[in-house]
């Protein structure tokens, strides 16, 4: 904005500045919708893996980091073959929400991936999960990283 243009009348600046078209979710919303897509999607594969890829919990221990492949790749599959194609996770179709792009846009498969993988880094970096409430827009690390956001579907 410039000054002449303000002193000629040409802006008014009792105009308030336009805000985006969309708002972003509820925190709270969002944490349920985690917290079901966790027994929902994540435990039938962590049972799976647990006994019948691994045989046994003790199994499980001794090669931990061969089980978490396990668990997160078809994790992984589903959670984004979701978002991918109906734009929801059955948490996320539970709180009505649904997740869209920056520009109210169907977000790319690229981002859905992105976005699962730097959730994934949020959650195993703990800290980095409160971002979410010190952002102006409740916009957590994985929403500014991969230009998506859940909504209300409503």
Do not use: C
């Not at 006994?51 to 984004?80: C, D, N, Q």
């Not at 996770?89 to 869209?100: F, I, Q």
């Not at 952002?135 to 859940?150: A, C, E, H």
């Amino acid at each position: 904005m410039r000054w002449r243009d303000v002193k000629k009348g040409q802006i008014d600046l009792k105009e308030e500045p336009k805000k985006p078209s969309f708002q972003s979710s509820p925190v709270l919303y969002r944490i349920k919708a985690f917290l079901t897509d966790s027994f929902m999607i994540a435990m039938p594969i962590i049972y799976i893996v647990f006994y019948a890829i691994m045989g046994s919990r003790e199994e499980f221990r001794a090669h931990m980091l061969l089980g978490w492949v396990y668990i997160l790749i078809p994790h992984f599959i589903v959670t984004t073959g979701f978002l991918y194609f109906k734009d929801q996770t059955p948490g996320y179709k539970a709180y009505n929400l649904k997740l869209v792009t920056f520009k109210m846009k169907k977000p790319s498969f690229l981002q859905i991936a992105v976005r699962y993988v730097v959730f994934t880094l949020t959650i195993v970096i703990f800290p980095l999960l409160f971002i979410t409430f010190f952002t102006k827009n409740r916009y957590g690390l994985q929403d500014i990283i991969s230009r998506t956001v859940p909504i209300n579907s409503k």
